[in-house]
């Protein structure tokens, strides 16, 4: 009880005794006090305690909240719930709440026990392990079941929920939404081209994703329920902590952590550390082709001198970007290469690069080709090619079709020793970006994206430019999988791809997108040279790379560059090998 001041003693005595007894107040005064006290305290009003937080109880249980459908039943609705926190991600950078889940769980697998609240900084803080009772209102976010506002989070002792094992393929993610999983399979990185920039990594299981229309027997709703976007937890572009940074093709174990809902996708937030480990070395140096001849394809990744236009956005990316590129075709090291995306300004660009190669090769190793019609695009074909070893033959050409808005360049070789001649014939088709709205070039929903009308009028073009060229060998950035119609026309024509005779499946990519490998790069040999050719490989050491660690400065962070072959493109370099007559 609290104490009472000497002025508020004598205040209450006088209002108490009658109006006569301050008279006789020093004598009856230790008589009264106590009488008067006891009045007093009896006649104060009784202040009612109130209810304790934690007897509050739920209104809801969060299977309930859940539903059994995508979507909350009780949306717009202020519940209050119990269970333990598994996650928490409540700092302003990460995700503003935190994951709890129902330890006990209902009979309903169609029902989800976890959910997210989205507390916000007024809320008290939480941690795992937490038995908390939440109140808010039940909101479906963009597709991810949440309780937002958060209200009141009471803190109600401790608890425990085990991470529920769980296999991928899925049959389906939304019954185990927000709930906390472990996966006890190995599982594979199939992209992270976000992995720098916002911290995502896309795992599956039973080995690497690939494109449908690269290879039979790839069926994308199975591709879609073998794989698991995996999180960092955080909100912010370009974190300052990286997760691990992988290459394609490398294995996670272990994976725990709850699994959120976010643009358009399921994510896993993980709890504990992601633990990877190398199933996919870095090749050193491309498999051998054998052969007299070696030629290459190599999609340069917009090589331009001049600044801030599509490549290098100042000198010093543009000096990065060169010893990358540099260091690829010093390792490819063929007598011919094919090259993709670079400036169109004449030969400024392909000579800068040549002069490049040239400075780490020795003097005169390559020289570059001036191409007669290059066309209106920002980017250019180019070829480059060892004087010591092949000898052109007659004039460099070029297709002026307007089919083409990159014209393919067509140059006939010899080797030094003479011999059968064979004719490369350059190309960079029609790109998937930018489609149309509607038309025959709109997307039509089978997998081979926009533009696929052109790009099959090209490959008609170019069939007839071949026909009358000796030894025919069309190669480049396709823009088209192996098992499109574009590739598809090339091949009822007479054209065998070098790659599906000599690459193994599971080898057989030279690009990355969405999470989906397959082969934009592609060799294709005329009837001729068909017995002539002696192998080819796509040398990996683009695609599998995350773009953390290209010449690029404004997001990467300084330590991961170095001057090598690494993510000096998108695109992988394919190179054959030919055994031809007069070639050494």
Do not use: C
């Given at each position: 009880m609290r104490a009472l001041s000497r002025a508020s003693l004598t205040a209450l005595i006088a209002a108490a005794l009658p109006t006569s007894l301050p008279v006789v107040l020093p004598v009856v005064l230790p008589v009264v006090l106590p009488v008067v006290l006891s009045v007093a305290l009896l006649t104060t009003p009784a202040q009612a305690e109130p209810p304790a937080p934690c007897a509050t109880t739920a209104t809801h249980r969060i299977s309930q909240v859940q539903g059994e459908g995508d979507a909350t039943p009780l949306a717009g609705q202020t519940v209050r719930v119990e269970g333990v926190v598994t996650g928490d991600f409540q700092r302003t950078d990460q995700l503003g709440g935190f994951f709890l889940q129902?330890?006990?769980?209902?009979?309903?697998?169609?029902?989800?026990?976890?959910?997210f609240a989205y507390a916000g900084e007024a809320v008290k803080d939480v941690e795992p392990g937490d038995r908390v009772l939440v109140t808010g209102r039940a909101t479906e976010f963009n597709g991810w079941t949440e309780l937002s506002p958060v209200t009141a989070v009471d803190v109600c002792g401790t608890g425990r929920v085990a991470a529920r094992p769980y296999l991928l393929p899925s049959g389906g993610l939304e019954p185990v939404e927000n709930m906390l999983l472990t996966f006890p399979q190995p599982l594979t990185v199939t992209e992270h081209y976000n992995s720098g920039r916002y911290g995502e990594v896309t795992l599956s299981s039973q080995g690497r994703l690939f494109q449908p229309t690269d290879r039979r027997g790839v069926v994308p709703a199975a591709n879609a329920r073998r794989s698991l976007l995996v999180d960092d937890g955080s909100t912010r572009e370009n974190p300052a902590t990286l997760p691990p940074?992988?290459?394609?093709?490398?294995?996670?174990?272990?994976?725990?952590?709850?699994?959120?809902?976010?643009?358009?996708?399921?994510?896993?937030?993980?709890?504990?550390?992601?633990?990877?480990?190398?199933?996919?070395?870095?090749?050193?140096?491309?498999?051998?082709?054998?052969?007299?001849?070696?030629?290459?394809?190599?999609?340069?990744?917009?090589?331009?001198?001049?600044?801030?236009?599509?490549?290098?956005?100042?000198?010093?990316?543009?000096?990065?970007?060169?010893?990358?590129?540099?260091?690829?075709?010093?390792?490819?090291?063929?007598?011919?290469?094919?090259?993709?995306?670079?400036?169109?300004?004449?030969?400024?660009?392909?000579?800068?690069?040549?002069?490049?190669?040239?400075?780490?090769?020795?003097?005169?190793?390559?020289?570059?080709?001036?191409?007669?019609?290059?066309?209106?695009?920002?980017?250019?074909?180019?070829?480059?090619?060892?004087?010591?070893?092949?000898?052109?033959?007659?004039?460099?050409?070029?297709?002026?079709?307007?089919?083409?808005?990159?014209?393919?360049?067509?140059?006939?070789?010899?080797?030094?020793?003479?011999g059968r001649p064979f004719t490369l014939v350059v190309n960079h088709l029609k790109s998937k970006g930018s489609c149309p709205s509607s038309g025959p070039d709109a997307d039509q929903g089978d997998g081979q994206g926009c533009w696929n009308a052109t790009r099959v009028a090209q490959a008609?073009?170019?069939?007839?430019?071949?026909?009358?060229?000796?030894?025919?060998?069309?190669?480049?950035?396709?823009?088209?999988?192996?098992?499109?119609?574009?590739?598809?026309?090339?091949?009822?024509?007479?054209?065998?791809?070098?790659?599906?005779?000599?690459?193994?499946?599971?080898?057989?990519?030279?690009?990355?997108?969405?999470?989906?490998?397959?082969?934009?790069d592609h060799v294709l040999v005329g009837r001729e040279l068909r017995g002539r050719v002696t192998g080819a490989t796509i040398w990996h050491v683009n695609a599998d790379e995350p773009r953390i660690r290209d010449y690029n400065t404004e997001f990467n962070p300084p330590d991961l560059y170095r001057p090598d072959a690494y993510r000096s493109s998108d695109h992988d370099p394919v190179i054959a090998g030919l055994t031809l007559p007069g070639g050494r």
């Open positions: 129902d330890p006990r769980p209902d009979a309903d697998p169609r029902t989800s026990e976890g959910l940074v992988v290459r394609a093709g490398d294995v996670a174990s272990g994976l725990t952590g709850v699994l959120g809902y976010g643009f358009g996708a399921y994510r896993l937030q993980p709890t504990k550390p992601v633990a990877y480990r190398s199933a996919n070395p870095r090749p050193r140096r491309p498999s051998p082709v054998a052969g007299n001849v070696k030629v290459a394809s190599f999609n340069t990744l917009n090589w331009f001198t001049t600044l801030g236009s599509r490549g290098a956005g100042d000198a010093e990316e543009q000096r990065r970007q060169l010893a990358k590129l540099v260091a690829a075709l010093k390792g490819v090291n063929a007598d011919a290469v094919a090259l993709m995306e670079v400036e169109n300004n004449g030969r400024t660009a392909l000579q800068a690069l040549v002069d490049a190669v040239n400075a780490e090769v020795g003097a005169g190793t390559y020289a570059a080709l001036t191409h007669p019609h290059p066309g209106t695009d920002a980017i250019q074909v180019g070829l480059i090619y060892k004087p010591a070893r092949l000898t052109p033959v007659g004039e460099t050409r070029a297709s002026q079709d307007a089919v083409f808005s990159r014209p393919p360049l067509i140059q006939t070789f010899r080797g030094k020793g003479g008609e073009a170019l069939l007839g430019i071949v026909a009358d060229l000796p030894g025919p060998i069309v190669l480049g950035d396709l823009n088209a999988y192996g098992e499109e119609d574009p590739i598809r026309t090339l091949e009822r024509g007479g054209l065998a791809s070098v790659t599906k005779r000599f690459v193994p499946a599971p080898q057989r990519y030279s690009y990355v997108f969405d999470g989906l490998a397959g082969e934009l």
